[in-house]
């Protein structure tokens, strides 16, 4: 366990790259999940402590959920997050590609789905929430998270003249890679990730 004081965003290293080589609308979130890991380079971690650049080497692993919505059914699988430490401050810090959401399961993906679903009213809310085996309240939880961070993302003014479900088809037009870069410009100026709801364990080692 990390001190309570303990920034939580310095315990982990986000990383947004995938979403912007990958044509991945057609490949699993384990898949992305596992190209990242693939091509992650642990020479070219920059401690978000410190700021010591190639100091971090491998340290642990700690399984959490990743749970994706595929060919038509929830899907959960088990992934594996490596920790690295740095030896020049000697904290740890969790690898966290992009589709992951710290402290959340779902991965992003499947949150603006179920949320792209809600504004344009494809289908009735308890409806929406069988297809994506979700509770009602977890459905609202995210709207309520979403609306929040659209504001901070957008500022307040064109917060108001974007319609959601046009910020989620913009947040989720991959060519221009806007996902990718949107998300890391919105943890870097937050010091938390986009639909990174409140958590109890937000000072735990495990993110
Ligand atoms: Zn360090």
């Known amino acids: 366990m990390l001190k309570a004081t303990f920034p939580h965003h310095k315990n982990m290293i986000r990383e947004f790259t995938v979403f912007c080589k990958l044509k991945y609308i057609s490949i699993s979130a384990i898949q992305l999940f596992e190209e990242f890991m693939d091509n992650f380079c642990i020479e070219d971690c920059v401690c978000p402590t410190c700021g010591a650049k190639h100091t971090c080497s491998p340290h642990d692993s700690y399984e959490r959920n990743l749970i994706s919505y595929e060919s038509g059914k929830s899907v959960c699988y088990r992934v594996n997050v490596l920790r690295v430490i740095c030896e020049s401050c000697g904290y740890p810090h969790a690898i966290l590609p992009e589709i992951l959401i710290p402290y959340g399961s779902y991965n992003i993906l499947f949150i603006l789905a179920v949320l792209r679903d809600?504004?344009?009213?494809?289908?009735?809310i308890q409806e929406l929430c069988n297809k994506y085996q979700i509770a009602v309240s977890t459905l609202y939880r995210w709207k309520r998270l979403f609306q929040k961070h659209k504001k901070l993302w957008l500022g307040l003014l064109e917060d108001i003249a974007t319609p959601a479900s046009d910020f989620i088809d913009f947040?989720?037009?991959?060519?221009?890679?806007?996902?990718s870069q949107g998300l890391k410009h919105f943890f870097l100026s937050h010091d938390f990730s986009f639909l990174q709801g409140p958590s109890k364990t937000a000072h735990s080692a495990s993110p």
């Open 118 to 124: 809600y504004y344009i009213h494809s289908c009735k």
């Open 171 to 179: 947040l989720m037009n991959f060519s221009i890679g806007v996902l």
